[in-house]
C-alpha cells in the first residue's frame, strides 16, 4: 500500500520494525523459567508477578518468530512452552493458574478462559513451529476447551472455573470469546478438526451476529449467565483494563479481522460475515477517528461518545489489521487510505525509538500514561500487525508459515 519501499507500513518496513520489537521482547526471559513483564525501559518490574496470559503470548510470539526465520526464537518458543507445562500447569488438577509469584506459588487459582485460550494459541502455534512439548501442551488445551469451557448449550464459552473445576462464575465476557475465537482458528488449522472452526463460527454468530447487529455494531462486553447483556458494567470503573465500561472500538477492529480470517476458512461463504466486519469497522472509525488529531480512544458509550479517551498501542495494531485485512478481501481505497494514515501515526508516535517497543498507552494529548497499563509487557499485538499483512487471510499464520505457502520477503532473514 506504500508508496516507497521503507515507509511506513511497507514490508521492508515492518519487517525491520518486526526484528526491534523482537529484540525488546527478548529482555523478558526470566532464566528461572517463564517471561517477566517489562517496565517503560525494558527492564523486570519488580511489582509484577508471572502472569499467564503474558506468558503464553510471548510464547505465541517466539513460535511463530521461529517461523519467520528469526534468531534464537526456537530457544525462547521452547522456554515458554516449558513454563506453561511446569511453572503455571496445576497438576492436581490440570489447566493452568493465571498467576504465580517468583517461586512458582500461585497467587491467583482460579481457571480462566481469558488465560486458557491464549494457551490453546500458544500451543497450536508453537506445535506447528516444531517446537519440543508443544503437541502435549495443546492436546491439554483442546481436552480442556471442550470438558469445561465450551457450552454447547449458548454455543459460547464461559468465563472462570474455580481451580478444581466445580464451581463457574456466572459472568461471561465478550473478550475472553474473542481470543478463543483466533485460538480455535488456529487450533482447527494445526489439528484439521473442523469442529474447531465450527465453534468459532457459533461464537462469531452469537456475539456478533446478534448481540453487535442489535447494538448498532458496538459490541456489548458483558453479560449475565443467560447471556443477556448489562450495559452498565463497570460504570464507575471504566477504564478497567479486562472489562471497562461501554463498548471497546480496538475489540470490534479485532473482531473485524477475525472475521475475515474465519470467513476465509469456511468452504461454503457466509455472506453476513464480511458483512458485519465492514459494519464493525465502520462503525468504530465513525465513533473514534478524530481527523485532525492521531490515536483512536479506548472506549465509548453506547451513543458512540468516547468514555476512556487514552489511546492503547493495541487498539491501533488491531485497527490497521483490520484496515489491511478489509483491503485485502475486497481492495477498497478506503481501507488502505486508513491502513497508511495508522501506519504513519505508529512510526511518529507509538513506536519508541529509545527505548525500544511500542508506547503501550498515552494520554488523550499524546503524553505517556498509565492509567490504565504500566511498562512494555505485550508483543503480541504489534508483533500481528508487522507480520499478519504478508500473510493470505487464511489459513493461519501458523500453517501458512510452516508450509511456506506465504511468497518471498517472508522470513527474517528475506527481509
Not at 519487517?15 to 517496565?39: K, Q, T, Y
Request: hydrophobic share 40%.
Amino acid at each position: 500500500m506504500s508508496s516507497t519501499e521503507d515507509s511506513p507500513g511497507s514490508r521492508a518496513w515492518r519487517h525491520a520494525e518486526r526484528a526491534d520489537l523482537l529484540n525488546f521482547a527478548r529482555r523478558s526471559e526470566r532464566p528461572e523459567g517463564g517471561f517477566v513483564w517489562l517496565d517503560q525501559a525494558g527492564e523486570p518490574d519488580p511489582d509484577k508477578h508471572l502472569e499467564l496470559w503474558i506468558n503464553a503470548r510471548m510464547t505465541y510470539v517466539f513460535a511463530l518468530a521461529h517461523l519467520t526465520g528469526a534468531d534464537d526464537a526456537e530457544r525462547l518458543a521452547e522456554h515458554g512452552v516449558t513454563a506453561l507445562s511446569t511453572l503455571f500447569h496445576d497438576d492436581a488438577n490440570e489447566g493452568w493458574f493465571d498467576e504465580v509469584d517468583a517461586d512458582g506459588t500461585p497467587t491467583d487459582t482460579d481457571k480462566r478462559c481469558y488465560g486458557h485460550s491464549h494457551v490453546l494459541l500458544a500451543a497450536a502455534t508453537a506445535s506447528a513451529a516444531g517446537i519440543t512439548g508443544a503437541q502435549a501442551l495443546l492436546d491439554e488445551a483442546t481436552r480442556l476447551q471442550t470438558q469445561h469451557f465450551w457450552d454447547h448449550v449458548s454455543g459460547r464459552c464461559v468465563e472462570i472455573f474455580s481451580q478444581d473445576w466445580t464451581t463457574v462464575d456466572p459472568y461471561r465476557g465478550a473478550n475472553s470469546n474473542m481470543h478463543t475465537v483466533e485460538a480455535y482458528l488456529v487450533a482447527g488449522d494445526v489439528t484439521g478438526d473442523p469442529v474447531w472452526h465450527e465453534r468459532a463460527l457459533s461464537i462469531c454468530e452469537r456475539i456478533i451476529g446478534i448481540h453487535a447487529r442489535s447494538h448498532d455494531w458496538r459490541i456489548p462486553e458483558h453479560y449475565d449467565q443467560d447471556w443477556t447483556p448489562v450495559p452498565d458494567y463497570n460504570v464507575e470503573s471504566p477504564a478497567d483494563a479486562f472489562r471497562p465500561y461501554g463498548a471497546t472500538p480496538g475489540h470490534a477492529f479485532e473482531w473485524s479481522r477475525l472475521l475475515l480470517q474465519l470467513s476465509a476458512s469456511l468452504e461454503e461463504p457466509r455472506p453476513w460475515i464480511p458483512e458485519a466486519a465492514e459494519a464493525l469497522f465502520t462503525q468504530a472509525v465513525d465513533d473514534t477517528v478524530e481527523h485532525d488529531w492521531p490515536g483512536l480512544a479506548y472506549t465509548t458509550d453506547w451513543h458512540g461518545i468516547p468514555v476512556v479517551k487514552e489511546r492503547f498501542h493495541w487498539v491501533m495494531a488491531e485497527a490497521v489489521l483490520a484496515a489491511e485485512a478489509l483491503h485485502a478481501h475486497n481492495g477498497s481505497a478506503l481501507y488502505a487510505g486508513l491502513a497508511s494514515r495508522w501506519w504513519s501515526e505508529i512510526d511518529e508516535h507509538f513506536i519508541d525509538r529509545d527505548a525500544g517497543s511500542w508506547h503501550h498507552e498515552f494520554t488523550p494529548a499524546l503524553t505517556p500514561s498509565s492509567r490504565t497499563w504500566r511498562g512494555k509487557p505485550d508483543a503480541y499485538h504489534a508483533f500481528n500487525a508487522l507480520t499478519l499483512p504478508d500473510l493470505p487471510l487464511a489459513p493461519s499464520a501458523a500453517l501458512t508459515l510452516q508450509g511456506g505457502q506465504a511468497g518471498s520477503g517472508v522470513t527474517e532473514a528475506q527481509a
